[in-house]
């Protein structure tokens, strides 16, 4: 038998580059197993992680995990090898979304994968002002056939379709009161300097950004009416850049390509100086959810609505120790 590629040592530097991925409230909702025998990387879906009420179908985790998945590949790829991905490869176990076998050598195509390894520990969600400044066309088509290359689709939606997409977001804020979801974002956000400092999962009071006082831009409020010291308000972009991220299908295949495009995206965004946020409140709720989809294009089902753009880099959210995500076998 030709042996592993990798040992425990490389396994655990690997999946703590996947673990770097965005997540949902930063739930993190994944676990990998390293078959030391094959050189396997097994991914699996936590669903004591999951988040019921923004993310009632699981599709949100999916993403998440199929964004781990494409850090996984960057990873390999940037050790010389190629990660040959097999989807959710056993129907009688749903929970395993993917197995990775690293080959003993890298093909053409994850060269472009290798360049994006940088950019891994770079990446933060952004939640702060952007500049008015334009986003170069080829940054954009930089965007586009990244997703592409995961079998997703990435479009910019014009001015009146912008405003549709800030509207629902507005609708759907207007449930952040409604108890049980003040509860749930409760369990997933992390405020005072003890808990903020210290936390390896969800967000940290010191990632929520200023209060929007005026501008465009939907930017989801963490805090809801607790109080965070020293935060402060900030007037944020008047016409925010957005880009819809979307599939085909809506299945978990079509969610775990979804969150590779994601995370591709995201990558290049950093590749090219700019910064992201997800603006997902509208895509949490199966009644607005429909609505996010621009007619013009031929993208079916929206999975992710980014906005991009000029402006400073988010802070570092925490991430749980590899041994906690990683079990070797």
Known sequence: MTPPVFDVKDAETLVRDAASAPSLHNAQPWRFRFLQETGTFELYADRLRAVPLADPDDRALHIGCGAALFNLRVAIAHRGRHPRVDLLPDPSRPDLLATVRPTDRAAPADHGLDALHPDIGRRHTSRYPYADIP???????????????????????????????????????????????????????????????????????????????????????????????????????????????????????????????????????????????????????????????????????????????????????????????????
């Open 135 to 329: 986003v170069a066309d080829a940054a954009k088509e930089a965007m586009s056939e990244g997703a592409r290359a995961e079998g997703a689709l990435l479009h910019f939606p014009g001015p009146w379709h912008v405003q549709t997409l800030l509207t629902l977001a507005q609708d759907a804020a207007r449930d952040d009161h409604d108890p049980d979801r003040v509860a749930e974002l409760a369990r997933w956000t992390r405020l005072g300097p003890a808990n903020s400092d210290t936390a390896g999962d969800g967000v940290p009071e010191y990632a929520f950004g200023p209060r929007r006082r005026t501008g465009g831009a939907a930017v989801r409020d963490f805090a809801g009416d607790r109080t965070v010291a020293d935060r402060g308000s900030a007037v944020f972009e008047a016409a925010p850049l957005l880009a819809l991220l979307g599939t085909t299908g809506d299945e978990p295949a079509d969610w775990l390509h979804a969150g590779q495009a994601l995370e591709h995206v995201l990558l290049l965004v950093t590749h090219h100086g700019l910064v992201a946020c997800p603006t997902t409140e509208a895509l949490e709720r199966r009644e607005l959810r429909w609505a996010a989809r621009d007619p013009l294009s031929a993208m079916p089902y929206v999975q992710m609505v980014l906005r991009i753009g000029h402006g400073p880099t988010g802070p570092t959210s925490g991430r749980r120790p590899v041994r906690d995500v990683l079990d070797i076998v």
